[in-house]
């Protein structure tokens, strides 16, 4: 197994994490809490290197008084497992992506609709613009939405085929994860597509023994989590953009002293912004690396609008029954500004 990519840790967004962290004048407390957080990121991966940095600087800044510990690769499980652990105490924390953040509160992946967000700029106007629904929503269900942590912007990528239309993927090899809403009612419009349900952590193996040949990702992720190792094309069209977020559990942020609670929530916002301009700039490194080893392609005008036309079907029959109609209407209107 091919060893994970090593990134430099002395980037500009992890140079000003510290900057932030380092110069605030630290909190006391009598007593030394430490916070258990999930993720399914490599602890030497880009968002691995943000994690330590963000927890150095966060035991400075309070003295010693509030940690952060880090289970790397899904030690804690998957993310249904992550978020089940945090509801019942065994987690206090969790850096998921919008799968994760959508079984806290599902309309948060209308960010995530396949062919509605394409640049970051949109991406950014819309999130920004609904940050405050969205906060409340998940304080409502009992968690701290810290800060945000895009993943990437995803491609589809494949093993020994192109795949220029929709109808290109039946009969593959595709999978759905558990806990997303979209997928599903995808390629039951496709058609002709059994998706397998699979764990993050499983879809390495099952590249491995060819059961799946058909991976839609962003590039930096499908090259930490190994994937990109076991494809060989990739469509250069973004499908959409994966998002992802650092979330706590209300009932431990209510335990801590103000003075910690307020160094959690501050560096929380830091590490969200830091992360999320390190990987935006890593994916784009990652996508480079892989057009040069894989084989690229390019989808024609009407081959691009038949994925158009399906993508405006799964969304359609999505709103307003697996979304709010208010929130997935915000959303589409923000992603034409």
């Given at each position: 197994m091919p060893p994970v990519r090593k990134t430099p840790l002395l980037l500009v967004a992890c140079q000003?994490?510290?900057?932030?962290?380092?110069?605030?004048?630290?909190?006391?407390?009598?007593?030394?809490?430490?916070?258990?957080?999930?993720?399914?990121?490599?602890?030497?991966?880009?968002?691995g290197q943000v994690f330590k940095v963000w927890a150095k600087g966060l035991s400075e800044r309070t003295g010693g008084a509030l940690a952060l510990q880090f289970f790397w690769n899904g030690q804690q499980g998957d993310e249904v497992a992550m978020v089940a652990k945090m509801r019942t105490g065994q987690l206090d924390g969790a850096a998921l992506t919008a799968t994760?953040?959508?079984?806290?509160?599902?309309?948060?992946?209308?960010?995530?609709?396949?062919?509605?967000?394409?640049?970051?700029?949109?991406?950014?106007?819309?999130?920004?613009?609904?940050?405050?629904?969205?906060?409340?929503?998940?304080?409502?269900?009992?968690?701290?939405?810290?800060?945000?942590?895009?993943?990437?912007?995803?491609?589809?990528?494949?093993?020994g085929f192109e795949v220029h239309t929709p109808?290109?993927?039946?009969?593959?090899?595709?999978?759905?994860?558990?806990?997303?809403?979209?997928?599903?009612?995808?390629?039951?419009?496709?058609?002709?597509?059994t998706p397998r349900q699979l764990g993050v952590t499983e879809i390495l193996a099952g590249l491995t023994s060819n059961t799946i040949n058909v991976v839609n990702a962003p590039a930096i992720a499908a090259e930490q989590l190994q994937w990109a190792s076991r494809l060989d094309h990739i469509d250069r069209d973004v499908s959409g953009i994966g998002i992802g977020g650092l979330v706590v559990a209300s009932p431990k942020l209510a335990s801590?002293?103000?003075?910690?609670?307020?160094?959690?929530?501050?560096?929380?916002?830091?590490?969200?912004?830091?992360?999320?301009?390190?990987i935006r700039r890593e994916d784009e490194a990652a996508f480079e690396r892989l057009k040069a080893r894989?084989?690229?392609?390019?989808?024609?005008?009407?081959?691009?609008?038949?994925?158009?036309?399906?993508?405006?079907?799964?969304?359609?029959?999505?709103?307003?029954?697996?979304?709010?109609?208010?929130?997935?209407?915000?959303?589409?209107?923000?992603?034409?500004?």
């Open positions: 000003c994490i510290l900057t932030v962290l380092l110069v605030t004048q630290p909190a006391r407390s009598a007593e030394s809490t430490t916070l258990q957080m999930g993720t399914l990121a490599p602890a030497a991966s880009p968002w994760g953040l959508a079984l806290i509160y599902r309309d948060v992946l209308v960010l995530q609709l396949p062919g509605l967000f394409r640049t970051w700029e949109r991406l950014d106007t819309a999130r920004n613009a609904m940050r405050g629904g969205f906060d409340a929503q998940f304080e409502r269900r009992g968690f701290k939405l810290l800060g945000w942590g895009d993943v990437g912007m995803a491609h589809l990528m494949t093993k109808a290109d993927l039946k009969h593959r090899g595709c999978f759905i994860l558990a806990g997303d809403p979209i997928a599903p009612m995808f390629y039951s419009i496709v058609g002709d597509v801590l002293p103000a003075d910690a609670y307020a160094a959690l929530v501050d560096t929380g916002r830091v590490a969200g912004d830091a992360l999320t301009l390190r894989m084989t690229t392609y390019d989808t024609t005008a009407d081959e691009q609008a038949q994925w158009a036309h399906i993508f405006r079907e799964t969304s359609a029959r999505l709103r307003g029954t697996t979304f709010d109609a208010a929130v997935f209407d915000a959303a589409v209107a923000y992603s034409q500004q």
